[in-house]
Nanobody, 128 residues
Framework: QVQLVESGGGLVQPGGSLRFSCVASGSISSILSMGWYRQVAGEQCGLVASSGECGGPKYGDFVRGRFTISRASGDNTVHLQKNSRGVENPAVYYC??????????????????????WGPGTQVTGSS
């Protein structure tokens, strides 16, 4: 199965920076897109940024230039960099991936299955 391994977050010092990474592993034929979502206490989960979709990177409305996403075409790793510095609100960041997987049917044929995967979430906690 596919697993998304996340890194980053944790306790962030005032003025510190944030950089998240997500690595997809498992039986994957193609990764269509990878990105990050954020869950803030008292708010619904929303898109931070995604990469690999048609039209280039997509950012959530709340981002306003504070985050930059990067991912090479065909790469199984996506990075998220926060550009601004300051006190962080507690939040959980989730990695997301849309994939295509080849599933053997017979000795001479396969079928393609589209799947969406979520990482376990990485916690971001501010400090003072």
């Amino acid at each position: 199965q596919v697993q998304l391994v996340e890194s980053g977050g944790g306790l962030v010092q005032p003025g510190g920076s944030l950089r998240f990474s997500c690595v997809a592993s498992g039986s994957i034929s193609s990764i269509l897109s990878m990105g990050w979502y954020r869950q803030v206490a008292g708010e619904q989960c929303g898109l931070v940024a995604s990469s690999g979709e048609c039209g280039g990177p997509k950012y959530g409305d709340f981002v306003r230039g504070r985050f930059t996403i990067s991912r090479a075409s065909g790469d199984n790793t996506v990075h998220l960099q926060k550009n601004s510095r300051g006190v962080e609100n507690p939040a959980v960041y989730y990695c997301h991936a849309d994939t295509l997987t080849l599933i053997p049917v017979t000795a001479t044929s396969d079928r393609v299955q589209n799947n969406a995967y979520w990482g376990p979430g990485t916690q971001v906690t501010g400090s003072s």
